[in-house]
């Protein structure tokens, strides 16, 4: 690309630095973001400052917070015997989505792969171990996308666990196999919870 | 969407207000950008808002610039009686691409459309009508999306500038009727170029 300007050819390289923007999308927003007088590069500045800066880890569930532990967690309506582990924040935002599930949520951060360097003590499996140590949870649910490193993940945690009083099951595979959660209709979503699959039990 | 941040929620919407993104996109740019620890969020933010602050028009062609006078006007080995009118900046930048067209541009900023309340003073047609003016201007290339916008505006200019010694020329019609021209290969938009159209001559 031919820029007439530097402080733009600045701004399109920021923004194509994001994931899923090319080159020409980065120009397009640049130049609506250059034309706009509704101080939006102003909220976007501020928003995003603030995210990065005033949110953290919820203590307990390890999920986007703005406070220690989130509203998530504080909601003493939720059963709190009951955790579902998902690998993202944006697997809590699909299930809460679906209105079906109320108990809590374990947020991993990511799934075990050792060809994208990830290993279990790069996700909160320890902090998982922990909740489950104080002998307050029953149940854990494996909201865990389906695929190889997904199974993964399941049998390390299910590995991890297998000394305490526990339920553990897996989302019903109507999601196919290699889909991504996040991406899945409420529906679809909602029945897999419903018609969860026993993986392993305190009894056994 | 049920957010368990307000920080993250307020970031999706400032990014959501962006054209071409939706609350979906906005989530994954947040979330990558709240991880993110390259410095991209201060990188982004400094970039635009010197982008909204310390740009400019240039005052010979409307285009957008550092300094008075943009890069390109001030390239002496161009043409200076050849002009080249697009709608927008990115046009601009799509002719450069080719390498093909050594005259000068004026950006419009736009198109005539009754329809979006866009009228010929919303325009930089005033300020074209000052460079002609200065009798200088040997020959306008009208480089100006084929469309019933494009035509009135290309109509509009030609008549605001009848009365001067002028050769008008539209690029060829190889870019498909409704299409973008941005949008062309670079083929196509260099041929259209070089192929362009007498549309009113000083000698008429």
Redesign the interface.
Known sequence: ????????E??V???S?????GRK?A????????K?DLG??????K??????T??KR?AKCH????EDV???CLQAHRRQDLICVVE???D??AI??TGQFNGLYHVLGGRISPLEGVGPEDLSIELLQQRVATGKVNEIIMAISPSIEGETTIYYISKTLEDYQLDISIIARGISFGGELEYADELTLSRSIESRIPYQSKNS
């Open positions: 690309m031919i820029f007439s300007s530097k402080k733009l600045s701004a390289d920021a923004l630095s994001l994931p899923g923007v999308t120009l397009r927003l640049a130049l609506h973001l250059e706009d939006l590069v102003e909220r976007l500045g928003s995003l400052i603030e995210l990065k005033l949110t919820c999920n986007l917070s703005d989130c509203n998530i993202s924040i944006r809590v935002m809460e989505e």
